[in-house]
């Protein structure tokens, strides 16, 4: 899908890892046990104070603006969880306690939270370090760098959401080794570096898209085939593209081998309008008709740009349209059993790119057979409504 992004500010830095001036060195211990964000184990909640500290022992306080938020495995816990807007640090590093603190440590920004670094983000600082950073629809900025593996071990995954990095990017530095798992959502980037001092890089394009700023075609073709850049689904290949108007690098995964299906999102609606502010659920109808019997499809592979379904249902509820790439129809039952799959619409939203009101977006479904064969179907969205004060995505 195309993005309609703005391009992301350049920092101007004056070496690799900045060197920012933080008031304090805020530590992650975990194991709080007052709630504060609904939903959100208290004792993995970044928000609650309890999980912090700034001078031995805790409570707190929270990272602020200035702070330096120091996400280490301290007694077995497994990490914060961000469940709500308004998390920051002036810098975040996840797994940096060297042999004293070594094991696995993860962040996670869930769907409707975000986490902005006013300076970087760094997964696994020290050789026996192993750090992971999880965005499960939420927003992730990085105003200045990203380090995936800095002498250690690193992984970015991206299920659903948008991770904005504002200068560079890089997998696997000084040594380290680095994995990004994308999933779904967005990964916009800078600038990129992959591997500048031995490790091992390497990055899945399982769903979703990296959207790179200016024109970086060929070398991004030469990762994908070397091997670093691949994609793990059957039937796919990684496809880079190059987009003069938005002047982007697009690298996405694309199937090759797949089964074309009819979709209609919001069946029996023409156009298909999705008010970005409803809590509910965004119907999608697989048409069934004489070559595709609905019911051999299995219903766990199914994603919609990389968001799994919340339940289903065996119904005759549309016609397929007929024409273009955003063709709709209002007719419904056509005799044919279509399988009917609803998905939160908040992480719908959450996948998708910057938009505006009115704007129409192409919206893709991908799933398989019950003996493999890959299926994928395209239908389109118009944006009814924004969110209020949605964020900027790349700023």
Known sequence: MRCKKKKLCVFLLVCAVATNVWAADVMWFGGGTTVVTPGVPPGRDWFNA???NADPPPPGPVPGWTDKAKVDFVWNNPGPIIGAPGAIANEV???EGGPSLPGYQELIVQSGADLTSNGQILLGYYNV???????DGGTINANQHLFVGFMGDGTVTVNSGTINIGNMFGIAWAGGNGHVQLNGGILHTEQWNFTNSGGTASMDVAGGEWI???FWLPQIKALVNAGTIYTSLPGHTVEVTWDPVLEQTHVKAVCTACIEVAIDIKPTSCPNPLNVNNKGVLSVAIVGSEELDVTTI????????GVAPVNNELED???PAVGGE??????GPDGFTDLTVRFPTQEVVDALCEFSSGETLVLTLTGELSDGTNIEGTDCIRIKKLRAKRPKKGR
Do not use: K, M, P, Y
Not at 129 to 135: H, K
Not at 298 to 305: F, G, H, N, T, Y
């Open 93 to 95: 590093f996840i797994a």
């Open 50 to 52: 309890e999980n912090w």
């Open 326 to 331: 955003c063709a709709c129809t209002e007719d």
């Open 298 to 305: 299995d219903v766990a592979s199914i994603r919609l740009e």
């Open 317 to 319: 509820v549309t016609t």
């Open 129 to 135: 370090d192993d750090g992971g950073l999880v965005c």
């Open 212 to 214: 790179q700023e200016h």
